[in-house]
């Protein structure tokens, strides 16, 4: 039952709140008085029917009364398989939606409500577009998990609450910046060295590269083969001639197992993030995802068809190719356009001032053939 108590100069309410599974104690910020305790406890009796009504719906709702702690668990469970840097990411987002949802408390205080405001909070936030957006995306995918297993009632998230992902401008390196990023790895030590000119050389994934072991690369017939994460699919590709002493160096140095030391593929972003600051390329927009789109731009600038491209960088379609990644340079394009040979087109008035008599004759013959 909802009490009153006394604490200080002021008149409190306490009371059991079973879905967030604990005590709850509230200043009701009325003096202490014979008149303001009577009050206090209309409020308090008004607080408890309130609670009973709730457990009671609660319960002919049929829901299973589990933590959200326990919920979280479940969901991770389901998903162990994901590769590593989704499972990052579903961490983090626990992390954030618990300062908000605590997991101790029950899955039921997940409802349309808390949720939306939880949103506008996501959307209030100074950070870019896509960062909310994966935040919703990972919100939406546990809610349906929730609703699934009968953990919550079922609710739709007010659609001016959405997130759309923002679609950026194909970024990728200006050649006087890939000189500089090339240029200044002689500093760094081979794993890094190693990382950046695997990305750069050969278009794969962060997620691509991380897992490839020495055993993979063979450097006589100048192939390596990895696995994606991503495509959940073997794949083998040539290797450019000028990665080879990178990577013979890499595997005299470490003799076998993983190609790459880092503890996971964010680690990577971080220490490219901090080479980018470190050599004046930060504040450009590039990223790791930067390499990859180079190396499609380049390639298909340097004349290699669309459909071997998609193969080199492990796409399963050529459309994913061409849709996101295809820049082909400025001046390639207008050599390609030229190369369209049109019927030349006169213009009319020039040709009236350059022979009247010769138009007005031309103009009669067409009127007589339209007859």
Request: glycine share 2%; hydrophobic share 35%.
């Amino acid at each position: 039952m909802a009490s009153i108590f006394k604490k200080g100069k002021y008149i409190y309410i306490s009371w059991w709140d079973h879905l967030l599974n604990k005590t709850v104690n509230r200043s009701t910020k009325m003096p202490y008085t014979k008149e303001n305790m009577r009050q206090a406890r209309i409020m308090a009796d008004k607080i408890q029917k309130k609670l009973d009504a709730d457990k009671i719906k609660l319960e002919n709702l049929g829901l299973k009364k589990e933590t959200i702690a326990y919920a979280m668990e479940h969901f991770l469970k389901n998903n162990s398989f994901k590769k590593k840097q989704t499972l990052y990411e579903y961490q983090n987002f626990f992390k954030d939606f618990n300062n908000d949802f605590p997991p101790s408390a029950l899955c039921a205080v997940i409802n349309k409500s808390s949720v939306e405001d939880w949103m506008v909070k996501i959307k209030g936030r100074n950070v870019q577009i896509n960062t909310k957006y994966s935040k919703y995306k990972i919100l939406k995918k546990f809610l349906s998990f929730l609703f699934e297993y009968n953990y919550i009632q079922v609710f739709v998230i007010n659609k001016d609450l959405r997130v759309t992902p923002e679609v950026k401008e194909i970024t990728v390196f200006s050649d006087s910046d890939l000189e500089i990023l090339i240029k200044n790895l002689n500093l760094k030590n081979n794993n890094f060295k190693t990382t950046v000119l695997l990305l750069l050389y050969t278009g794969l994934r962060p997620s691509d590269i991380y897992n490839i072991k020495c055993e993979d690369v063979d450097l006589d017939k100048k192939v390596l083969k990895y696995y994606s994460e991503k495509t959940k699919d073997f794949f083998m590709v040539p290797i450019h001639e000028n990665l080879v002493p990178i990577l013979r160096d890499r595997i005299n140095e470490i003799k076998t197992g993983l190609l790459l030391d880092y503890e996971t593929i964010n680690n990577i972003g971080k220490a490219v993030r901090r080479y980018f600051k470190k050599i004046g390329l930060n504040g450009k927009g590039y990223n790791l995802r930067t390499f990859r789109k180079t190396f499609i731009s380049l390639a298909n600038a340097n004349g290699i068809e669309l459909a071997l491209v998609s193969k080199l960088v492990g796409h399963r379609s050529i459309t994913t190719t061409a849709k996101y990644y295809n820049k082909i340079e400025l001046s390639r394009q207008e050599e390609e356009l030229n190369k369209i040979k049109f019927i030349p087109v006169v213009n009319k008035q020039d040709k009236v001032n350059d022979n009247p008599e010769s138009y007005k004759q031309n103009k009669s013959t067409n009127t007589t053939n339209e007859e």
